[in-house]
């Protein structure tokens, strides 16, 4: 878990370090059809939420983390938790240590019709559906341990 969080930290911080450098802030380049590359700031969580929330955001989001590693800690025999965790701890880390150094996070990828985003979120993302289809993995084998 703590080798895909570290991966998913030093990727995010190299990619962030590469739009900081080669792309100025504010601009718009397209990659390929509907992809953009851009240099925003967020200061706030998912789509902009909470964007003045300062402090709120950091002591929110290392509860959750708290949270996410004492889950894990717990469960460490459910098979393929370590992929998810890792993911999730790895992206919310990732936007912290933006926070922490910059105040704000950096997005980079632009999406017709979606806010943009960074490696991080969408670690965040792979991670909350990996969580969810570990869970339902477990849930479903003791169903069916249950009605054997």
Known sequence: MLLVAGAVVALDQLTKA?????VRRGSRDSIFLGVDLVHVRNRGV????????GALVVILTA???ILLLVYFLTHTRKRGLWLPTGLLFGGAAGNLVDRARHGEVIDFIDLPLWPAFNLA???I?????GLLLVLE????????AARA
Do not use: N
């Open 121 to 123: 979120d969408m670690s």
């Open 18 to 22: 590469l739009v900081i450098e080669g």
């Open 125 to 129: 993302t792979a991670g909350v559906v």
């Open 63 to 65: 509860g959750a983390l």
């Open 46 to 53: 998912a789509f902009g939420l909470l964007s003045d929330g």
């Open 137 to 144: 993995a477990d849930r479903k084998e003791d169903s069916d």
